[in-house]
């Protein structure tokens, strides 16, 4: 799987819905720099996050 995938399609995803990354991190628990880390390319998430 091309590693910009996973980034460019929780992007799009949190875009269309309206939502912060900083919402979507505090909804999934995490801090409040988890997923502008992932959108930015600086991190990956676990497999354990997407389930």
Known sequence: ???NFVK???TELRIH???SE????LEL???KSYLQA???GH???S???FF
Do not use: F, L, T
């Not at 900083?22 to 991190?25: H, N």
């Open 1 to 3: 799987m091309d590693e």
């Open 8 to 10: 460019n399609r929780i």
């Open 17 to 19: 819905a309206n939502i």
């Open 22 to 25: 900083y919402q979507v991190s």
């Open 29 to 31: 628990g995490r801090s």
């Open 38 to 40: 992932i959108s930015s």
């Open 43 to 45: 991190s990956s998430p």
């Open 47 to 49: 497999m354990s996050a």
